[in-house]
């Protein structure tokens, strides 16, 4: 079946736009997790969807970033005035449920000029 | 500071031999998985491990979990050039909404 997709794969903004970027996960998945990877580090956990209850947004760097997820679909990571230091990679993975394997994304690639 | 602490940070070897990974965390998990990234896009999971296992296989993969110590070790026998990529450990949280966690990760490089 299908793996998890996202969207825009590449997005090169200006400092100061505004910029969303979209995850379609793995049908029947209640877990959608949003991390962001600058070059040569680790994954900086996001925030986390889990079914209906309330996300877990402690990841979040400041107030610029949100996300939304409708149901158990679609995912949107939101950057509002972005800066330089937004630039990285960033994946979306889903889980058939919380505690399990995490199918990711090949990733969105935003630079920010 | 981060759950999961891989170490080395990169290691270096020569096709045919072993290499082997390991991973710190800090408190109680439920399970502990390794991933695999190719070219710094999206991440391979290779193995799960739940914290009443202590061993686990898949293949040339052998994953090892001491939860006294709050470790694991990846071990990939008989590597290949085409294990060369970048090796992460998470770890799902008992409490908290289960959060998974992943470590900085370590770069293996497998010289043919």
């Known amino acids: 079946g299908a793996g998890v997709s996202q969207s825009p794969s590449n997005k090169v903004t200006e400092k100061g736009k505004d910029v969303e970027l979209r995850c379609d996960p793995i049908s029947g998945h209640t877990a959608l997790y949003w991390y962001r990877q600058r070059l040569g580090q680790g994954l900086e956990f996001l925030i986390y969807f889990q079914g209906n209850s309330a996300p877990d947004k402690s990841g979040l760097p400041s107030d610029r970033f949100s996300a939304e997820r409708t149901g158990e679909s679609v995912s949107t990571l939101t950057i509002q005035r972005t800066q330089q230091e937004d630039s990285a990679v960033y994946l979306c993975?889903?889980?058939?449920?919380?505690?399990?394997?995490?199918?990711f994304g090949p990733g969105t690639r935003l630079t920010v000029l | 500071s981060q759950q999961g602490e891989e170490d080395p940070q990169a290691l270096s070897i020569q096709e045919g031999e072993n290499a082997t990974m390991n991973c710190s965390y800090k408190t109680s998990i439920n399970n502990l998985q390794w991933y695999r990234q190719n070219s710094g896009r999206g991440l391979v999971h290779l193995i799960l491990?739940?914290?009443?296992?202590r061993e686990k296989h898949s293949g040339r993969l052998r994953v090892t979990l001491d939860t006294s110590k709050k470790s694991s070790s990846l071990l990939i026998t008989a590597s290949r050039a085409a294990d060369t990529a970048s090796y992460f450990c998470?770890?799902?949280?008992?409490?908290?909404?289960?959060?998974?966690?992943f470590g900085a990760g370590t770069r293996l490089f497998v010289k043919a």
């Open positions: 491990i739940r914290s009443n296992e």
């Open positions: 993975a889903s889980s058939p449920w919380r505690w399990d394997t995490q199918y």
């Open positions: 998470a770890t799902v949280a008992n409490t908290g909404g289960f959060k998974t966690i």
